[in-house]
């Protein structure tokens, strides 16, 4: 199957006191860029995050979105430094007797100094933590993989109606061009006839003249190998996967036929032809960057 890499997903877990929301959305990008963003508390999950997330994407800008509500009234829990407080009770009792001052020191006043008491997050298993993040970012995943199959199937059918297209173009290209040079002998033979009048014409100079003008205007080299790519563009976009580059590298091999096609002709329509041609495989180009 085919794939987009423009997608979104969305998951939502709550396991006991705990709800994790991972968001996820992407656009084109020439190779697999992931920016995250999460709370500081999951830091350390990183490396997981993204060695899961090379399960589901192989190409594309990523943005992720990690959030953590946590209902539990019993995780955080207060820490009394003891050798914060005694340091200064030492140095207040110090103070009282260089200066004579009272030493009217209250637990209360103490405990207001910083660091004696410090509130800090209770631990948390690690291993339980990442289960619930994991199944959230797998949630999310799904569907974000779901939602780039639905737009890469759309890209697919419009790309082969535009193969189709091109090969109508091929076709007519291939059609008209022994006409040209036919049009060319009959024409070179009629105006040699109108310069010599009653001498007859050189059957083996005006054949030496048109072989010029048919080896200068031939494109059936051209013709071929731009077919050949236009029917490995639908075979690969049968074949599915992440053809992108592939897909991409064919496209500038068309393109570069067209223009050959283009520069060699001699003949209104077929130049239209040929411009027609180009202006498609440049829509093409353009719909395959979407492709991973």
């Not at 991972?22 to 990183?46: A, G, Q, T």
């Not at 953590?68 to 030492?90: G, P, T």
């Not at 003249?209 to 075979?235: G, P, W, Y």
């Not at 096609?261 to 960057?289: F, G, P, Y």
Request: with cysteine.
């Amino acid at each position: 199957m085919i794939k987009s890499m423009t997608g979104f997903g969305r998951c939502e877990i709550t396991q006991g006191s705990r709800k994790f929301t991972v968001e996820m959305k992407s656009v084109n990008h020439r190779y697999l860029d992931v920016n995250i963003k999460m709370p500081k508390s999951l830091n350390f999950f990183e490396s997981s995050i993204r060695n899961e997330l090379k399960h589901y994407i192989q190409r594309g800008k990523v943005d992720l979105y990690i959030t953590l509500e946590d209902f539990s009234e019993n995780n955080v829990r207060i820490k009394y430094n003891h050798d914060a407080a005694a340091e200064y009770l030492k140095y207040l009792k110090q103070m009282a007797e260089e200066f004579g001052l009272d030493n009217d020191i209250r637990v209360s006043t103490l405990s207001r100094y910083p660091e004696v008491f410090e509130m800090e997050e209770q631990e948390q298993d690690e291993d339980e933590l990442w289960k619930e993040l994991q199944k959230a970012i797998k949630g999310a995943a799904e569907g974000f993989v779901e939602t780039r199959i639905k737009e890469g199937e759309n890209l697919k059918n419009d790309l082969i109606e535009k193969c189709d297209g091109m090969l109508e173009h091929v076709d007519f290209i291939t059609e008209h061009s022994p006409i040209i040079i036919e049009e060319y002998r009959n024409n070179l033979e009629n105006r040699v006839r109108d310069l010599l009048e009653d001498v007859k014409v050189d059957e083996a100079r005006l054949l030496t003249e048109v072989t010029i003008f048919a080896d200068k205007v031939c494109v059936d080299e051209e013709l071929v190998r731009l077919r050949s790519h236009i029917e490995a563009t639908k075979n690969t976009l049968s074949e599915g996967g992440s053809v992108g580059r592939k897909l991409d590298f064919i496209a500038q091999e068309m393109n570069r036929e067209a223009n050959t096609i283009l520069s060699k002709s001699s003949d209104l329509e077929i130049s239209n032809r040929a411009i027609e041609l180009k202006t498609e495989i440049e829509k093409v180009r353009e719909q395959i960057q979407n492709i991973e």
